[in-house]
């Protein structure tokens, strides 16, 4: 975690208020100068790039640390999720809001795991449907995806929806990748065995073959 979240209020309305702990881009800068040098050690015998994954590692942690492009990044998710009555995404409060420190509007629900304990299993089948159709319109439909899918980024009211929290680390993708991806959801889903390698091969996540 690189910061704090506290609940407060602002103009009579009940706020989370999430601040940046000190020194923590020096700290970050720090433990990857360390880990580059490393990476090079763990690709001498290998295919793989270690400092360029070092390096793209290093660059998402860093903007994660820049609250004004997380305020960014919520609004145009919130934006473009205003007229889906299964998921919330809360505002932001503007005016509050700085590139250590960010403001929006207070939201409740049950934590994942509280939820898992209460949850009838149609429950949990329906937030699975939520969380996998979020994740996926996302990616084919904007182009983008919050990268930082985890429990503790999630509320579960009782009226069924999700809650969606922290986006300071978000994913763009152009479209030739988009299409590479296109590809390959497309080849599992009709199971064509045949040209799966390809397709994968294609979206840059295994390395080529060699020759």
């Known amino acids: 975690s690189i910061g704090q979240v506290y609940r407060a209020k602002y103009k009579s309305h009940r706020v989370a208020v999430k601040v940046q702990y000190p020194n923590v881009i020096e700290t970050l800068e720090s433990d990857f100068s360390r880990l580059l040098a490393l990476s090079r050690l ?3 015998a290998t295919q793989v790039d270690g ?3 070092a390096r793209e590692l290093r660059d998402g942690v860093i903007e994660e ?7 960014a990044n919520q609004t145009a998710f919130r934006n473009a999720y205003a007229q889906n009555g299964n998921l919330l995404i809360p505002e932001v409060i503007q005016e509050r809001t700085r590139p250590t420190v960010i403001t929006t509007e207070w939201c409740e629900g049950d934590d994942f ?4 304990d209460r949850a009838s299993p149609e429950q949990r089948n329906g937030a699975a449907v939520i969380l996998m159709s979020f994740a996926y319109d996302s990616l084919f439909g904007l182009g983008t995806i919050n990268a930082d899918p985890h429990p503790g980024n999630y509320l579960f009211p009782d009226d069924g929806r999700i809650v969606f929290l ?7 993708f152009d479209p030739e990748m988009l299409e590479a991806e296109r590809n390959l959801a497309r080849a599992v889903i009709d199971n064509r065995r045949s040209i799966f390698e390809e397709v ?3 979206t840059g996540m295994v390395a080529r073959p060699d020759g």
């Open 200 to 202: 994968l091969t294609a």
């Open 166 to 172: 922290d986006f300071g680390s978000v994913r763009r």
């Open 113 to 116: 795991y509280a939820f898992i």
């Open 51 to 53: 400092p360029a994954i």
């Open 42 to 44: 763990a690709s001498l």
């Open 65 to 71: 640390c820049d609250y004004e492009k997380e305020k």
